[in-house]
């Protein structure tokens, strides 16, 4: 009965140390700071059936497909109590805006916490956890409502001028209206003008969103050393000399050497959306529209201490980014922990999207045969992903509709390696750049026939 006993528990511990191996084993695959994704993905069950109703290849001359994107603000806490915090931040200013939403940067990309700090709330009587000092949510709600930063996002749709005055350019160009629409619109005369605006609200100021960013750069050894201690503590009961113990510890200790080193970034990205509806628009355009021809100072000050524009949090999302073998150049360091911080950024930008629908983007069909589109690695694609594929129509109102029509799925052995650009590749041990062996230009898809360049995809699942 002892030995039985002892089996059983040395296969529960043996099932710890497989996980404390397969740490290491994760972690000895981030070579120099590269923090590569291996995911494995299920052999698909049936073999997808070749598509017999193929399009030629789309002509590389083909006009930039035009089609309404959500926009977007980005900003990041700075924190002086933040090693990097420097880098960390410049980093960020530099980076590429996000080529799937429209840039509606507005003022400041960045404010100090210390500034706006609020210490989340607690119920009496119980202790503040860790987790909870670690929400900002609280002060970004602080920062947006002293900034107005709503307000500014509205102003910034409607080219408010320095004198308090507003247009309608912006939302016609990224509306694709013409001309005669806009000034239908803005004069608020016609069908068409009431018609634009409605749809203006639902498909362009309604979708406008703001991401903030925390990013905190942490050495990995406590993480290490506390990972280990659980592990030793599940076997702590056993005799010193016990088989299980001995493998669970051995294990615990490999993953704890191959991940002591370095330092990890760690990303929280809080998501807002600007609330915008009929009443809120009836309110502006009633109340708070300011015409260029007819300019009043007194609505220029009614808009500006205006209380009807607000942001509301949707959510966050947290990603990490392992940095190990960092040597002894400062400029190589440098270089990767830029790369760290924008892999962190990026990757917590694919959690958000994939749990939050509103914040999901479309993209186009750049080729038909074969079916391939210019998103990948960077955008979070893993094989076997699925996407509705979306024709536009116009309907009776002349608004843009999609329709879907039809799903893909993602093709897991031609997925589009476009992690980093050319001159910023993972550095390998002797600083030289690691050359990706994909030579895919775009990800491929699978499943369905009769689509064609121009079409859109937006992910599913």
């Given at each position: 009965?002892?030995?039985?006993l002892?089996f059983?528990?040395?296969k529960?511990?043996?099932k710890?140390?497989?996980?404390?191996?397969?740490?290491?084993?994760v972690?000895?695959?981030?070579l120099?700071?590269q923090?590569?994704?291996?995911?494995?993905?299920?052999?698909?069950?049936?073999?997808?059936?070749?598509?017999?109703g193929k399009?030629?290849?789309?002509?590389?001359?083909?006009?930039?497909?035009?089609?309404?994107?959500?926009?977007?603000?980005?900003?990041?806490?700075?924190?002086?109590?933040m090693?990097?915090?420097?880098?960390?931040?410049?980093?960020?200013n530099d980076?590429?805006?996000?080529?799937?939403?429209n840039?509606?940067?507005?003022?400041?990309?960045?404010?100090?916490?210390?500034?706006?700090y609020?210490?989340?709330a607690?119920t009496?009587?119980?202790?503040?956890?860790n987790?909870?000092k670690?929400?900002?949510?609280?002060?970004?709600?602080?920062?947006?409502k002293?900034s107005?930063?709503?307000?500014?996002?509205?102003?910034?749709?409607?080219d408010?001028?320095p004198?308090?005055?507003?247009e309608m350019?912006?939302?016609g160009?990224?509306?694709?209206?013409?001309?005669s629409a806009q000034?239908?619109a803005?004069?608020?005369?016609?069908?068409?003008?009431?018609?634009m605006?409605?749809?203006?609200?639902?498909?362009?100021?309604?979708?406008?969103?703001?991401?903030?960013?925390?990013?905190?750069?942490?050495?990995?050894e406590?993480?290490?050393k506390a990972?280990r201690d659980?592990?030793y503590?599940?076997?702590?009961?056993?005799p010193?000399d016990?088989?299980?113990?001995?493998?669970?510890?051995k294990g615990?200790?490999i993953?704890y050497?191959?991940?002591k080193?370095?330092?990890?970034?760690?990303t929280?990205?809080?998501l807002?959306q600007?609330?915008?509806?009929?009443?809120?628009?009836?309110?502006?355009?009633?109340?708070?529209?300011?015409?260029?021809?007819a300019?009043d100072?007194?609505?220029?000050?009614?808009f500006?201490?205006s209380d009807?524009f607000?942001?509301?949090?949707?959510?966050s999302?947290k990603?990490?980014?392992?940095?190990?073998?960092?040597?002894?150049?400062a400029?190589?360091?440098d270089m990767?922990i830029?790369?760290?911080t924008?892999?962190?950024?990026?990757?917590?930008?694919?959690?958000?999207q994939?749990k939050?629908?509103?914040?999901?983007?479309?993209?186009?069909?750049?080729?038909?045969?074969?079916?391939?589109?210019?998103?990948?690695?960077?955008?979070?694609?893993?094989?076997?992903?699925k996407?509705?594929?979306?024709?536009k129509?116009?309907?009776?109102?002349?608004?843009?509709k999609?329709?879907?029509?039809g799903?893909?799925k993602?093709?897991?052995k031609?997925?589009w390696n476009?992690?980093?650009?050319?001159?910023?590749?993972?550095?390998?041990?002797n600083?030289?750049?690691?050359?990706?062996?994909?030579e895919v230009k775009?990800?491929h898809?699978?499943g369905?026939?009769?689509?064609y360049p121009?079409?859109?995809?937006?992910?599913?699942?």
């Amino acid at each position: 009965m002892e030995m039985k006993l002892e089996f059983i528990n040395t296969k529960i511990v043996f099932k710890w140390a497989l996980v404390a191996l397969v740490l290491g084993g994760v972690h000895s695959n981030e070579l120099f700071a590269q923090d590569v994704e291996v995911k494995e993905i299920k052999e698909e069950k049936k073999k997808e059936k070749k598509d017999n109703g193929k399009i030629a290849k789309s002509d590389k001359k083909t006009d930039v497909v035009k089609y309404r994107r959500s926009s977007l603000h980005t900003m990041i806490i700075e924190d002086v109590k933040m090693p990097k915090g420097d880098l960390i931040l410049k980093t960020f200013n530099d980076a590429e805006f996000p080529d799937k939403y429209n840039n509606h940067t507005t003022g400041s990309k960045s404010f100090k916490l210390e500034e706006y700090y609020i210490a989340p709330a607690v119920t009496e009587g119980q202790k503040s956890k860790n987790k909870d000092k670690k929400n900002y949510a609280p002060t970004i709600d602080k920062y947006i409502k002293d900034s107005k930063l709503a307000n500014q996002i509205v102003a910034k749709w409607f080219d408010r001028s320095p004198e308090g005055t507003f247009e309608m350019s912006l939302i016609g160009e990224r509306g694709m209206y013409d001309a005669s629409a806009q000034d239908a619109a803005t004069a608020n005369s016609t069908e068409r003008g009431a018609a634009m605006l409605a749809d203006a609200g639902e498909d362009l100021i309604g979708s406008t969103f703001v991401v903030i960013n925390y990013s905190n750069f942490v050495e990995n050894e406590p993480i290490a050393k506390a990972a280990r201690d659980i592990l030793y503590a599940t076997v702590q009961d056993q005799p010193a000399d016990a088989l299980g113990r001995a493998i669970v510890e051995k294990g615990a200790d490999i993953a704890y050497k191959k991940t002591k080193d370095g330092y990890s970034v760690w990303t929280t990205s809080y998501l807002y959306q600007l609330q915008w509806s009929d009443s809120i628009s009836a309110v502006f355009y009633q109340f708070l529209w300011n015409d260029a021809s007819a300019p009043d100072s007194a609505r220029v000050e009614a808009f500006d201490k205006s209380d009807l524009f607000q942001l509301k949090l949707l959510g966050s999302q947290k990603a990490q980014s392992l940095i190990t073998g960092m040597g002894s150049n400062a400029e190589t360091k440098d270089m990767i922990i830029k790369n760290a911080t924008l892999k962190s950024i990026n990757a917590v930008y694919n959690k958000l999207q994939k749990k939050f629908e509103p914040f999901r983007t479309k993209t186009p069909l750049v080729s038909s045969d074969p079916l391939g589109a210019k998103i990948g690695l960077k955008e979070g694609l893993e094989g076997g992903d699925k996407y509705e594929v979306l024709e536009k129509q116009i309907d009776a109102d002349g608004k843009v509709k999609w329709k879907r029509k039809g799903v893909i799925k993602v093709d897991k052995k031609k997925i589009w390696n476009n992690l980093y650009t050319v001159g910023e590749e993972p550095l390998d041990k002797n600083g030289e750049p690691i050359k990706s062996d994909n030579e895919v230009k775009f990800t491929h898809f699978k499943g369905g026939k009769g689509f064609y360049p121009g079409m859109l995809l937006r992910q599913i699942n």
